[in-house]
């Protein structure tokens, strides 16, 4: 973890563009933008992929949605739309390996993505 690019900006030693945060959930635009509006959500516990959640991680992955929520609408694209999706593993498209929610706005989504 200690090489966690996810973890690095959730210690203070990396600053991301903070769009929101509280005790468990921080969320911060992507640099690399796939869509005018894109944030990444993190949980602020070290979770590798969808494939290590257990049981007693469904509330901390309801709160990566209910910040979702909250930043889609504080960015203006709640009504409009948006897109959430989580990748797992390197064949999933996963490039940082600590659990993260992209949220995705500000333009249609077609389907399927890209």
């Known amino acids: 973890m200690e090489e966690c690019l996810f973890c690095k900006m959730i210690a ?3 600053q991301p563009d903070v769009l929101y945060q509280d ?3 921080l969320a911060f ?3 690399n933008p796939q869509a005018p509006f894109h944030a990444l959500i993190v949980p602020k516990r070290h979770i590798a992929t969808l494939n290590d959640l257990g049981e007693e991680d469904a509330e901390l992955m309801g709160r990566l949605l209910l910040a979702a929520k909250r930043v889609a609408a504080d ?3 709640a009504e409009a739309g948006y897109r959430t999706l989580i990748n797992c593993n390197a064949e999933g498209g996963q490039v940082v390996f600590h ?3 992209h949220l995705l ?3 249609p989504m ?3 993505p890209g």
Do not use: M, T
């Open 99 to 101: 659990i993260h929610l």
């Open 29 to 31: 635009r992507d640099i």
């Open 23 to 25: 005790d468990d959930v």
């Open 110 to 112: 077609g389907w399927p």
């Open 105 to 107: 706005g500000g333009r």
């Open 75 to 77: 960015a203006g694209i």
């Open 12 to 14: 203070g030693e990396i």
